[in-house]
């Protein structure tokens, strides 16, 4: 099944205490992406890759890094959690091709995030 | 600046009726149009987009939506609501001169349908 995976889905920590959040896909996609969820606003881009090795920031990218070091694979890391940074956290994959704008992201099931 | 609005927080419809959900954007030029649909827990599933060509669009479940240039609008549709269609609906662009490939998100507006 074509899918995009995250874990953990829920997490509850404290402030500074460095944790990552994994996201995998198995449809071979070069475009991944996080965003986060936060009540009235929507959904902001905290970072996104277009391939192995390339990532750039979003709107929002204080206080996160990401790495893709394997084509599937895209974490996101918090170094120094703080509390403005509770949210739902979701990671999305695409295939940005000759058609590449208009292709479809597919979400995960999202990470609840909270920093105590 | 780039942005989309749902100017309803809350939609609530019976049962049978038709229900519509909307959204008006702001972006430059031409861009491509989604919704998607967040259950509770679960993540956002796509629904449908407006790439170019026929300004009516139909997607899953039985919604589709209307593109209006003029009115920079793109308003989810369905002729018969089911209980089932309660959920969160995100309407998002993005801009095709935009190479993050980013999409830019409404607030969302929570539909209610009631038996």
């Known amino acids: 099944e074509a899918q995009v995976t995250q874990n953990p889905r829920y997490l509850i920590t404290v402030t500074g205490k460095k944790l990552t959040v994994t996201c995998s896909q198995n449809?071979?996609?070069?475009?991944m992406s996080w965003y986060r969820q936060d009540p009235g606003l929507g959904l902001r881009q905290i970072y996104y890759?277009?391939?192995?090795?390339?990532?750039d920031k979003g709107d929002v990218p204080e206080g996160y890094k990401v790495s893709r070091k394997e084509k599937r694979n895209f974490p996101l890391i918090l170094e120094s959690p703080s509390p403005n940074q509770t949210s739902l956290y979701f990671c999305?994959?695409?295939?940005?091709?000759?058609?590449?704008?208009?292709?479809?992201?597919?979400f995960g099931p999202g990470t609840r995030l909270t920093v105590l | 600046a780039q942005s989309v609005a749902q100017p309803e927080d809350q939609v609530n419809v019976a049962e049978g009726n038709p229900l519509t959900v909307k959204c008006t954007y702001s972006?430059?030029?031409?861009?491509?149009l989604f919704w998607y649909v967040q259950y509770p827990n679960r993540g956002l599933q796509f629904l449908l987009k407006?790439?170019?060509?026929?300004?009516l669009v139909k997607g899953s479940y039985g919604f589709e939506a209307e593109f209006n240039k003029s009115q920079t609008s793109f308003h989810l549709k369905k002729p018969s609501a089911l209980v089932s269609d309660s959920a969160l609906y995100f309407c998002?662009?993005?801009?095709?001169?935009?190479?993050?490939?980013?999409?830019?998100f409404g607030s969302g507006t929570r539909l209610l349908v009631r038996p």
């Open positions: 407006y790439i170019t060509g026929d300004n």
């Open positions: 972006v430059s030029g031409n861009p491509y």
């Open positions: 998002a662009v993005r801009d095709r001169m935009d190479s993050s490939y980013k999409l830019i």
């Open positions: 449809m071979n996609h070069e475009y």
């Open positions: 999305a994959s695409s295939r940005p091709g000759l058609a590449a704008s208009t292709d479809t992201q597919y």
């Open positions: 890759s277009m391939n192995v090795e390339v990532t």
